[in-house]
């Protein structure tokens, strides 16, 4: 399932790689070489291999650059029982994920520069997937007093967050964004209200009144994503939205872009594919934050991507321990895991709308990556060695066992999915490697 060999050259053959002047994929081999990506060339005519390099067979295989995930959370320090950093570190990569940002909803909560180093420590030594902290926009995430984030920005955050804690106090939330907006830190924030439907299971519909449960309506969202937007234009702070849910929401956000406000939006993957009628008998696996909601607004998320309303698609991973989601619906812990399956419900839902998957790989590839104002390298010659090498069109069924995450609470368990990962690359080290 992974390599521990330090090759100094990886020789990639007959993997399909993106031409932009064919507008289409195309087989060739690629050499690899400290770190960079030293020579792309025709299948056909490709040079000898070496008998000391790492010889990966990516025939039926595309070959692009390695995905980002802003939404996966890793239980260090205080939940590992959840799911440690290596075992979802593990999972990140054998998902082609090789840049995460971690909420700061740990435990402890990242409101302090010691836990931050010590998280980002924890994962360098790890020599996996780079994490990047978002740090607590408020102490303990308990919405009374804004952390000091130039501390944590200077240990290492990249932003803050209150994760899925929203702010009760909005001359708080003016104070943050104001702090913020002076150093220019980003923001990012969940739209919810903390008051209407508080301590609620699902979407307000026809399916939530069936099953007798309370009902989370999406003014719930829209209201308090209204207040954000306009606290964010009177203080011109940077806002990034985090997993929007309903169709109100998207041509909320679609105006505020129109008019200029510095603002960027994600949406989770399950969103993407499930609604309310997916609870069906009480299924705990698809209690979600925010809640799955009803096929127009599941349609207006596609639209939203499309039209750049929404820049791209996370996985809102969230190990969620087994008992815990085992208890009544209105009792169990919201929460999916989705490392491993980022990327193949990319694809199907990619399919399912008729979008290209060169252009579908960009949404969780290099448009995340700019958002974060990362480097990101193509797959060309010279560039860093960032690779992932995938089988578009390998069926596999999730199943608990096959699953790298310490979490095993999905909503798509039994499911067949298209798009496996067999290998994942790094500056040019391979650090997961499928038997094939």
Known sequence: MGTDENFTTIEILNGLVYCDLEKKFIPKNIKIFSGKIQKIEPSTNAS????????IDAENCIVT???????????EPGSEYKGTMYSELKSAVGGGITRLVCPPDTDPVLDEPGLVKMLINKSVDFKN????????????????????????????????SQANKPIRDHQVLLKAFQYAS????????????????????MHSGLTCTRLGLKGIPDCAETINLVTLLSIAEITNARLHLCRLSSRQSVEIVRKAKKEGLKITAD?????????????GAFNTNCKATPPFRAQRDQEALTEGLIDGTIDFIC?????????????????????????????PLTLSWAKRNKI?????????????????????????????????????????????????????????????????VYSTIINGRCIFLKDQ
């Open 65 to 75: 650059n390695t995905f980002t995930d802003c939404a996966v959370r890793i239980k």
């Open 48 to 55: 000898p291999v070496s008998p000391s390099s790492l010889k």
């Open 315 to 343: 996985s809102d991973h969230t190990p969620v321990e087994m008992e815990e989601k085992t208890l009544p619906f209105s009792e169990a812990t919201a929460g999916q895991i989705g490392t491993e399956l980022l990327l």
């Open 129 to 160: 997937a780079v994490v990047k902290p978002l740090g607590a926009l408020t102490q303990k995430l308990d919405g009374y007093q804004i952390t000091e984030m130039g501390e944590l920005f200077e240990a290492g955050c990249i932003g803050f």
């Open 267 to 279: 949406v989770g993957i399950h969103h993407l594919h499930l609604t309310d009628l997916d609870v």
């Open 182 to 201: 002076n150093f220019d830190f980003p923001i990012w924030l969940s739209p919810q209200d903390p008051w209407i439907g508080r301590d609620g299971d």
């Open 356 to 420: 290209d998957i060169y252009e579908a790989l960009k949404f969780i590839g290099e448009k995340p990556a700019k958002m974060l104002n990362d480097e990101f390298h193509k797959i060309e010659e010279g560039e860093a060695a960032n690779v992932t090498i995938f089988r578009p069109n390998e069926p596999w069924l999730v199943q608990e066992n096959d699953l790298l995450s310490q979490g095993k609470n999905s909503p798509f368990l039994g499911y067949e999915m298209y798009g496996k």
